[in-house]
């Protein structure tokens, strides 16, 4: 697995069906240093689930932190948040 800064890359670590529905809503950010890019996050301000919750923020994104244990149960939290 890809760690760059505190986020998991997720290009390498969502299953392929849930990548196929939200590839167009990445946020990827690039090292100056090393030119390396990565998908650190997930854009749902527009998501169903931000207009369901009533959830106010401002462009909110959503990671995997890179030392998380869990990373099975934040699959599961983007599969809910899209409805997969």
Sequence with gaps: MVRWAAFLDLK?????DVYDQVKDQLYEVTNSETGETIACGIKIGNSDFLKKTGLTMN???LGI???STRTDTAVKLIRYVYGL
């Design 65 to 67: 932190i890179s030392n």
């Design 12 to 16: 390498e670590v969502l299953p392929p």
């Design 59 to 61: 462009d909110p994104i």
